[in-house]
């Protein structure tokens, strides 16, 4: 098992480009068992999660396959409705297969999703919804089977804006007879992202981004080029680098629109943030100062940049609060952070920091993606040497990490165990 060397206490300077978006990828991959002719998509990460959707899609029966880009064909009469638990075990979001298999074949038969470091995240949701589009369900040996003739469209209002249970829904409704009305949708730009991909294939879907989607079910799909939006969490986590570090960076291919909430409390803590033609120039403005968060569904602070956050607010002066209300057990890096100096006490959702003047160099280990992140932030900010173990999780997110901090600076290598 690999881990990073980290030798810290070093400014980044430099140009970054961020990759495509992980999570607007994920569910893109798995609306192509949906189309009827090749999709060719663009911008495509390459990481561990991607590598296991293509694999996934290939057990189905789809040809896949990245080569720069990625080139999905799922040929009707080749599916196989059934996603194995050796497969959803190992990344949650394969459960989103479920809406596109039934909607395309009518039964699909899929593993339940093992459990999750940061927190229950169910797909209750996604399955009353699909039951008001004429799916029954059965639980057998611990897979979700679904069957339907042809799903009709529903109006359908979710308890919480679920990003996971919008996309498989919205995927359903795409090929479902009528209309579907989806209330307290999510409105992630990723979610913005499936709804404009699927409309490129002929999809009918109107009110993405906003709280209500509205899809006019079709007859068929067809293949579509397409390109995948930069991934929103990978560019927030570069603005933190340059500013924990004392650093420049020029990050490209990076939206501050889609990242409102998390530029709007950067600023506020007094980073300095200007959006060119191509991208976003990041740096430390004045001294930090700690301010407070709360975690919320987008357009709100996002939770997959509460760890970062938090490990620049430990660096800040004063003192601010942060309170995850998505997830709740997403307070795992805490005490790897206070093992490298960090001042951080948490009651239940709340997490008081108080800033100290440097990071200390420590061995510590990353619980889940969005922490390691975290970890590898504080250390290169951090006085002597850092090592962060399972380094796994960070492979499933970031493309590149290790590569791409050592270009604008860092001193930052991967050693196998």
């Given at each position: 098992m690999d881990k990073l060397v980290i030798e810290g206490n070093v400014p980044l300077r430099g140009r970054l480009r961020v990759s495509g978006s992980k999570n607007a990828a994920l569910p893109i991959l798995l609306a192509c068992i949906l189309a009827e002719g090749p999709v060719r998509l663009r911008n495509v990460p390459k990481l561990k999660d991607i590598?296991?959707?293509?694999?996934?899609?290939?057990?189905?029966?789809?040809?896949?396959?990245?080569?720069?880009?990625?080139?999905?064909?799922?040929?009707g009469q080749n599916l196989i409705p059934e996603a194995p638990y050796d497969l959803v075990r190992t990344m949650r979001a394969s459960v989103l297969c479920l809406g596109p298999l039934l909607a395309r074949l009518g039964k699909a038969v899929v593993a339940l999703p093992g459990g999750c470091a940061i927190g229950s995240r169910p797909v209750d949701l996604h399955l009353r919804g699909l039951e008001r589009m004429g799916a029954t369900f059965e639980l057998e040996a611990g897979n979700i089977i679904g069957r339907c003739k042809r799903l009709k469209g529903a109006h359908i209002h979710f308890d919480f804006p679920t990003v996971g249970g919008t996309e498989n829904l919205l995927m359903a409704a795409s090929l479902a007879e009528g209309e579907t009305i989806l209330e307290n949708a999510a409105r992630e730009p990723e979610v913005t992202n499936l709804a404009d991909f699927l409309n490129a294939c002929g999809a009918k879907i109107q009110g993405q981004g906003t709280s209500i989607i509205r899809v006019q079910g079709v007859d068929r799909l067809n293949g579509a080029e397409f390109g995948v939006m930069p991934d929103r969490i990978e560019a927030g986590t570069y603005l933190v680098a340059a500013v924990i570090t004392d650093g420049e960076l020029y990050l490209e291919n990076c939206s501050m629109a889609d990242l409102d909430a998390v530029v709007y409390k950067l600023r506020e803590m007094g980073v300095w943030l200007q959006e060119g033609k191509s991208g976003v120039l990041v740096k430390r403005g004045t001294n930090l100062v700690g301010v407070d968060v709360m975690t919320q569904p987008f357009p709100g602070f996002p939770t997959d940049m509460q760890a970062q956050i938090m490990a620049l607010m430990g660096?800040?002066?004063?003192?601010?609060?942060?309170?995850?209300?998505?997830?709740?057990?997403?307070?795992?890096?805490v005490q790897e952070l206070v093992r490298m100096g960090a001042r951080i006490k948490v009651s239940g959702q709340n997490a008081v920091v108080r800033g100290v003047d440097q990071y200390i160099g420590a061995p510590v280990m990353a619980s889940d993606l969005r922490a390691s992140a975290s970890l590898v932030l504080a250390g290169l900010a951090a006085k002597g040497s850092t090592e962060v173990l399972r380094i796994y999780h960070l492979d499933r997110g970031y493309e590149e990490l290790e590569a791409k901090l050592s270009q604008v600076g860092a001193r930052i290598r991967r050693v196998a165990q």
């Amino acid at each position: 098992m690999d881990k990073l060397v980290i030798e810290g206490n070093v400014p980044l300077r430099g140009r970054l480009r961020v990759s495509g978006s992980k999570n607007a990828a994920l569910p893109i991959l798995l609306a192509c068992i949906l189309a009827e002719g090749p999709v060719r998509l663009r911008n495509v990460p390459k990481l561990k999660d991607i590598a296991t959707t293509l694999q996934l899609l290939r057990m189905l029966g789809c040809g896949a396959e990245q080569n720069g880009e990625i080139v999905v064909t799922c040929v009707g009469q080749n599916l196989i409705p059934e996603a194995p638990y050796d497969l959803v075990r190992t990344m949650r979001a394969s459960v989103l297969c479920l809406g596109p298999l039934l909607a395309r074949l009518g039964k699909a038969v899929v593993a339940l999703p093992g459990g999750c470091a940061i927190g229950s995240r169910p797909v209750d949701l996604h399955l009353r919804g699909l039951e008001r589009m004429g799916a029954t369900f059965e639980l057998e040996a611990g897979n979700i089977i679904g069957r339907c003739k042809r799903l009709k469209g529903a109006h359908i209002h979710f308890d919480f804006p679920t990003v996971g249970g919008t996309e498989n829904l919205l995927m359903a409704a795409s090929l479902a007879e009528g209309e579907t009305i989806l209330e307290n949708a999510a409105r992630e730009p990723e979610v913005t992202n499936l709804a404009d991909f699927l409309n490129a294939c002929g999809a009918k879907i109107q009110g993405q981004g906003t709280s209500i989607i509205r899809v006019q079910g079709v007859d068929r799909l067809n293949g579509a080029e397409f390109g995948v939006m930069p991934d929103r969490i990978e560019a927030g986590t570069y603005l933190v680098a340059a500013v924990i570090t004392d650093g420049e960076l020029y990050l490209e291919n990076c939206s501050m629109a889609d990242l409102d909430a998390v530029v709007y409390k950067l600023r506020e803590m007094g980073v300095w943030l200007q959006e060119g033609k191509s991208g976003v120039l990041v740096k430390r403005g004045t001294n930090l100062v700690g301010v407070d968060v709360m975690t919320q569904p987008f357009p709100g602070f996002p939770t997959d940049m509460q760890a970062q956050i938090m490990a620049l607010m430990g660096l800040a002066d004063g003192s601010g609060t942060i309170k995850e209300t998505i997830f709740e057990n997403r307070f795992m890096h805490v005490q790897e952070l206070v093992r490298m100096g960090a001042r951080i006490k948490v009651s239940g959702q709340n997490a008081v920091v108080r800033g100290v003047d440097q990071y200390i160099g420590a061995p510590v280990m990353a619980s889940d993606l969005r922490a390691s992140a975290s970890l590898v932030l504080a250390g290169l900010a951090a006085k002597g040497s850092t090592e962060v173990l399972r380094i796994y999780h960070l492979d499933r997110g970031y493309e590149e990490l290790e590569a791409k901090l050592s270009q604008v600076g860092a001193r930052i290598r991967r050693v196998a165990q």
